[in-house]
């Protein structure tokens, strides 16, 4: 009986949902009932400090909203997207998900992800964006406004190993800046000592495509043209970049392992530097403590031109139809995109605070900041940060799988890299909308 | 066909034909409404792009699933890959259990019953944690197998994540899985073969090997077509989740095979079109690579009694 | 008891030490070789398993040691496991899946194999194929049908999900069905000259003589239940109600490895089942001897 009623009640509100569009009048602006939500979150789908920092938050969230329930619901990060999706299609919409970057498109176009413009009053929203790094707030986006609050992301960050480069003749107080002093430092760590020279988190399955979009990027290239509907990943800017990839790779500076590989590789103190998001972090740092003096940097630019980092990680996306439970998945949100949670967030996950006025504020982060240096060249970048861009259509995934695998082909596979991304670029325009 | 269905012999008739049927009714429902009907519900939905959302239409693409898929540059390498998976891991599920089997049947029974519960024991590990295992070992860096490589004076062996190697740790890896399942079943065989045979044989002055070739090999002929038969319909199945953990299809698309790139540009994207047009693909390419094999046994062996 | 003597039979007329007998010198060389070749093969098997035992002792920051022997043997892994997911739960609602999955398909297996070896009727030989196409019908492709069905059905974050789509299987009903055709037909004939309706004679005539069988097949399924990954893996949605293998990828994370507490936890998924084959090895081994698969 309560089963139908409910199945009953979102097909209801589904039909309000994509009849009228001007919803702001009926969602509620408290929740003055009881009303449970779902929360999909991908940090409680592993054991650890992030599962264990989310339960937390949950937890203080609903002592603080005794009316909201929040059930959460655990999925990894890559399946996270087609659980939300087979559960919309039984008719069991999440309400608050924790949504990678590169399915924010998919979950505009096709999982009917909610604008806070939409439903939000002005005035309210204001004052929560009040003290959000505006580079931050751009990555959730599109056309105009705002689908998605960056939640947990983070940037690339060079990690070196000091023991290392002492023992190569590298003086650790100068890390490399460019990708020319990577290559040379990695070779003269490959010559000098038994470590591999550069590891980086570009290539591999798990690894997506948004390290490779900063690579990119940072040469003035990119994926993807600014309305969306051509790929560009073939252009001379962006086939420059893979052939720097190349050359590192073909001169036996940058070692190829997959993603688990290098970070473990890196953590065992057994190679030079390490190119990944900072959110491996903690886990580089339990494996350094009392080995090796692990330290960070920006990630590496070309020449003179500017590095561009982009972010990696995912935003809280709110899915919910029905109008209470829609104001309640915006609570959530506010609470978890709030002062606290990014403390709790920076400090025991290991990701970028949204809010950058708590770095320097002792009721915040302020002394934790200090006493962790690694996190410096991470805020550093959080200042030139540019959205992770996601591929449009339902076939965005194959599309960013076939970029990826021509990249990995121009870069390792030994062939023209020119023709590798042309290659791969005009089987996957193939697939963008048209 | 049986000799039981021999026996069965005229109960009353309308009963005799519903008979079967209720028995078959739970096995029937569960393997149709699990299995069958999701399958040809993928027929139809093969000729559809759809995201799966109660909110959205089908539209129907025709065969634009399929040329999606068999523009993929990595189909063509997969299957050239699916052909060395199956031809790699023969010799691991079919060729040396056959050998162990037969060289092992004159161990004392103690060690023989011993080894053959030790090589069991792989199966029961379940493949994720075995998958987890090897990589550790294998690691290039830090593995205790290369670690004892270095020993011996040789370089690092980089068995995931070299191209030309991959592929065959894959293979070795899955072997590892099957070695004692696909020896178990031959030693059955193997055990049942009359002794009287055996020991004609030997009474007319054969030698060890020709016993084992004039008279266990043939004897042994349906046991072996039925295991190869198993590896080469499932063999790209069981690599699977070592891919899946280990390489995800990589080096360079080395390790992938067709069932491995189906599963990744059809259904880790749920995106109806792709993966139900990559499920009929499978289904009727094994399903026909079944017929004919079928066929050829059928044509070409006589039924052993 | 009837097991024993029926396996045991054909093992002890084995010439099993004959030749060596006949032919000494060659023998025993043959049979060293034999030997070096099984230990050999042995320690390939055995040896990852080991390694996760071992690992799963050494203290935290030796985890990437390689001595075959942990220095200083420590619980902590387990201790972090425990606290980090519920794995007593989880262990248990395994033991329950798998438990039910097992009787069902024994149940469902016994019934079918019976229609195919008893009766011929039309369709037989079709239905029968389909059976064995399934085989050919790759989880993934059902994957989402199925966890709508289940959705639809109100049975999601249950175990009933996890136990429904496998109450029948292809394995056991061809298995049996093997197994019930090279039954012997006269005692069949006995039991019917006595009256006896199919019914009975399933239950009561041809299932105590299939116990071999049975207990080979009932082991296979077991083990392949409590391994099953991809099916959890998409239910599950709170730890509490998912099985053991859901709880050891919980330890592999995008964020790293936790090596120790996987190999902990992963040491406690495999215990049951390792424990459960050394008790009825004897039992799984003879019966595989015994009926074998054909």
């Known amino acids: 009986m309560n089963r139908k009623t409910f199945l009953l009640g979102t097909l209801a509100s589904l039909g309000v949902a994509f009849a009228a569009p001007a919803l702001s009048q009926s969602t509620p602006r408290t929740v003055d009932q009881k009303v449970t939500i779902s929360y999909y979150n991908y940090n409680l789908a592993s054991a650890g400090n992030g599962a264990d920092a989310t339960k937390r938050l949950i937890a203080q969230f609903e002592a603080a909203n005794p009316n909201i329930k929040v059930d959460g619901v655990g999925a990894a990060p890559n399946d996270l997207t087609a659980r939300v999706q087979a559960d919309i299609a039984a008719n069991r919409v999440p309400d608050v998900v924790q949504m990678v970057f590169s399915d924010l498109d998919f979950s505009v176009t096709n999982l009917g992800a909610v604008a806070l413009e939409s439903f939000v009053p002005p005035d309210e929203l204001a004052a929560h964006f009040d003290g959000i790094s505006p580079n931050g707030r751009k990555l959730g986006v599109i056309d105009g406004k705002t689908y998605g609050l960056a939640y947990t992301f983070s940037t690339p960050v060079l990690f070196y190993n000091a023991d290392i480069f002492k023992a190569a003749g590298l003086d650790p107080d100068k890390p490399p800046k460019t990708w020319a002093e990577v290559k040379a430092a990695a070779l003269a760590i490959t010559k000098k000592t038994k470590a591999d020279g550069l590891l980086t988190g570009i290539f591999g399955p798990s690894a997506g495509d948004w390290l490779f979009q900063g690579v990119v990027r940072s040469n003035n290239g990119g994926v993807m043209s600014a309305d969306r509907r051509k790929l560009v990943f073939a252009e001379p800017a962006a086939v420059e970049a893979v052939a720097m990839l190349r050359d590192l790779y073909d001169s036996g500076a940058y070692t190829n392992l997959d993603v688990t590989a290098a970070m473990e590789t ?90 950058t006025d708590i770095v320097n504020d002792p009721q915040y982060l302020g002394d934790w900041v200090k006493k962790h240096p690694l996190l410096q060249p991470n805020l550093e970048q959080l200042a030139i940060l540019e959205p992770w861009e996601s591929f449009p259509g339902p076939n965005y995934r194959q599309i960013q799988k076939m970029m990826m695998d021509g990249a990995e082909q121009a870069v390792f596979g030994g062939g023209d890299p020119a023709k590798a991304m042309k290659q791969a670029q005009d089987s996957a325009q193939a697939l963008m909308p048209k | 066909m049986s000799d039981l269905a021999m026996t069965a012999s005229v109960p009353p008739p309308r ?18 409404l699990w299995i069958y009907w999701p399958l040809i519900d993928a027929f139809r939905l093969s000729f559809y792009e759809w995201n799966m959302l109660p909110t959205a239409e089908p539209k129907f693409v025709g065969w634009q699933n399929y040329e999606n898929i068999f523009a993929l540059q990595k189909f063509w390498q997969s299957l050239n890959n699916t052909v060395i998976y199956v031809v790699g891991l023969w010799p691991l599920a079919v060729l040396l259990p056959l050998a162990i089997a037969i060289y092992t049947h004159d161990l004392p029974r103690r060690s023989r019953n011993v080894y053959r519960a030790i090589i069991f024991v792989p199966l029961i590990i379940a493949p994720v944690v075995a998958a987890a295992v090897w990589r550790w070992l294998l690691d290039p860096r830090y593995g205790l197998v290369n670690e004892g490589i270095g020993t011996l004076g040789y370089r690092a062996v980089r068995f995931l994540q070299d191209p030309k190697i991959a592929i065959w740790t894959i293979i070795v890896l899955t072997g590892w899985k099957l070695i004692g399942f696909s020896t178990l079943i031959l030693s059955a065989a193997n055990a049942n073969i009359n002794p009287s045979l055996i020991e004609a044989a030997r009474m007319d002055g054969a030698t060890r090997w ?3 070739r004039d008279v266990r ?89 | 008891m009837t097991i024993d003597s029926a396996v045991s039979a054909p093992l002890r007329s084995m010439p099993a030490a004959s030749p060596r007998a006949r032919a000494k010198g060659k023998g025993r060389a043959t049979t060293a070789i034999a030997h070096l070749v099984m230990v050999i093969l042995s320690i390939f098997c055995l040896f990852p398993v080991y390694w996760m035992v071992v690992s799963s002792l050494r203290p935290p920051n030796e985890i990437y040691d390689t001595s075959l022997w942990p220095t200083g043997a420590s619980l902590d892994n387990y201790a972090y496991a425990l606290k980090a997911i519920p794995i007593v739960r989880m262990l248990g609602n395994t033991l329950v899946v798998s438990t039910v999955v097992t009787i069902a398909q024994l149940i469902t297996g016994l019934l079918a194999a019976y229609a195919f070896a008893r009766w011929r009727f039309r369709g037989d030989k079709f239905v029968y194929t389909l059976v064995a196409l399934t085989w050919l019908v790759p989880f993934q492709v059902v994957m989402i049908p199925d966890y709508l069905l289940v959705s639809n059905l109100g049975l999601l974050d249950s175990l009933s999900a996890l136990i429904l ?36 004679i399933l239950w009561e005539v041809i299932m105590p003589n299939l116990r071999g069988t049975i207990a080979s097949l009932a082991i296979l399924v077991f083990i392949s239940t409590w391994n099953e990954y991809f099916w959890p893996l998409l239910l599950s949605r709170s730890p509490e109600n998912s099985v053991i293998q859901i709880g050891i990828q919980m330890f592999m994370t995008s964020e790293g490895t936790a090596w120790g507490p996987l190999m902990a936890a992963s040491t406690m998924a495999s215990l049951p089942i390792l424990f459960i084959y050394i008790v009825l090895q004897r039992q799984v081994v003879q019966s595989f001897m015994k009926s074998g698969i054909r």
């Open chain 1, 266 to 355: 890196m953590a065992a103190g057994k190679a030079g530097m390490y190119l990944q998001t900072s959110a491996v972090q903690g886990f580089l740092v339990k494996g350094a403590t009392g080995k090796f003096d692990l330290r960070a940097s920006t990630m590496p630019r070309f020449g003179d031109k500017p590095q561009r980092p982009n972010n990696s990680g995912s935003a809280l996306v709110i899915l919910s139809r029905d109008p209470l439970k829609r104001r309640a998945a915006w609570e959530l949100m506010k609470f978890m995109t709030s002062k606290e949670a990014y403390t709790v967030i920076t400090r025991d996950i290991g990701y970028l605070p949204l809010r």
């Open chain 3, 165 to 200: 789509p496998h109450l029948a299987g292809a394995l056991a009903i061809l298995m049996l069905a093997q197994a019930m055709r090279s039954f012997p037909r006269e005692v069949i004939e006995a039991a019917r000259m006595d009256g006896a309706r199919s019914w009975r």
């Open chain 2, 217 to 305: 090999l043939p004897l042994l002929r349906s046991t072996v077509l039925f295991l190869t038969l198993m590896t080469i319909l499932l063999g790209a199945q069981w690599s699977f989740s070592y891919i899946q953990v280990l390489t995800g299809g990589g080096p360079l698309g080395a390790t992938t095979n067709i069932f491995y790139i189906l599963w990744d540009f059809g259904f880790s994207s749920l995106s109806v079109g792709w993966s139900s047009a990559a499920a009929v693909i499978l289904f009727l390419g094994f399903g026909l690579l079944a017929f004919i094999l079928f066929r050829l046994i059928d044509r070409y062996s006589f039924h052993d009694n």
């Open chain 2, 210 to 212: 020709a016993v084992i």
């Open chain 2, 15 to 32: 009963r005799r034909h519903l008979l079967p049927w209720l028995y078959l009714a739970p096995a029937i429902l569960t393997l149709g």
